[in-house]
């Protein structure tokens, strides 16, 4: 998967299927905090889907969406890293970081 940084820079990152975004982003020290270690009580791990790419993903749910309604600059394709969870399918997902 791909994050892009803040300031513009592409980060390829090889991952294992099953791993979340969060789990990822904060192995590879890329500013994530993942404050409550996915459980959903904070919003810490916001990410910006890629708008093409936000169709590959699950909806997000309703505890998702009450967390994101925290977040200082939502976009249209915000998620929390911790609810993305990678497959086969994600493979080649592009998110930006805020």
Partial sequence: MTFIAASGAAIEIQAAVGCSVMQLAREHDLGIE????????????????EPAQIARLAPASAEEEEMLDLVP??????????????????????????
């Fill in 73 to 98: 600059g939502l976009q249209p394709t915000s998620r929390l890293g911790c609810q993305i969870r990678l497959t086969d399918e994600l493979d080649g997902l592009v998110v930006r970081l805020p």
């Fill in 34 to 49: 993942g404050t409550c270690d996915g459980s959903l009580a904070c919003a810490t791990c916001h990410v910006i889907v």
